[in-house]
């Protein structure tokens, strides 16, 4: 199981390594550009684990008004030096510090996994509480379950754990909580220092 504070303090202690990791990630970046291009402007989009704020929190800013959440407030520092346009809170996933249907959008990109697998249809329910009916969701996903922790991630000798729950399961959750499945792109890249194939799905909430 994941400890919330365990990976707290591992984004905390990565601070500019996971920065520089996230800059030259270009992993999602066209399948987030179609995803904008589905939601009518203007629009208020929230981005779940915004993490140091490049590249999504960003791309997100140059189209709307943006919020980013994230558990850590080191990385929420960072995401304040680099988008400062971007509105920014501390929260988890599981009790978003957001009001209902205060959303037109919603981004979870390779942050729903660090949440306990228990807890990520949790998670799902509230990105449709702060989402407005119609509103749009886009997360990432891993084809499998698979679970796994790595006490020298990025080689700075800090632990962090992953509980990945698997596309099939996020698909009934999504829909458990009011979605409707729309689109899926699959791309292959390097997690936790394995070969993997990651999904993006994205889904809009039933009005």
């Known amino acids: 199981m994941i400890d919330r504070n365990t990976v707290r303090r591992g984004y905390d202690e990565l601070m500019g390594a996971y920065d520089a990791e996230r800059a030259e990630d270009v992993r999602g970046n066209a399948i987030l550009d179609e995803f904008l291009d589905s939601i009518a402007t203007p629009a208020r989009i929230l981005d779940v ?14 189209e709307a008004t943006a919020l980013g959440v994230d558990l850590s407030r080191e990385q929420l520092d960072l995401a304040a030096a680099n988008v400062p346009e971007a509105a920014r809170v501390q929260g988890e996933m599981t009790r978003l510090p957001v009001r209902d249907d205060a959303c037109d959008a919603a981004t979870a990109f390779h942050s729903l996994i660090h949440v306990p697998l228990e807890d990520h249809g ?6 449709a509480r702060v989402l407005r009916p119609g509103g749009r969701v886009l997360l990432s996903e891993g ?28 698909r009934d959750q999504l829909r458990a909580a009011g979605f409707t499945i729309t689109d899926e792109w699959g791309t292959a890249g390097t997690f936790a220092d ?11 909430l039933e009005a």
């Open 122 to 127: 949790t998670a799902i329910d509230e990105f």
């Open 194 to 204: 394995n070969d993997e194939r990651w999904l993006f799905v994205a889904a809009t």
């Open 49 to 62: 684990g915004c993490g140091p704020g490049i590249p999504v929190l960003r791309k997100l800013s140059a």
């Open 143 to 170: 084809s499998e379950e698979w679970c796994g922790t790595n006490p020298d991630w990025l080689e700075r000798g800090v632990e962090m754990q992953w509980n990945v729950a698997g596309v099939d399961a996020t």
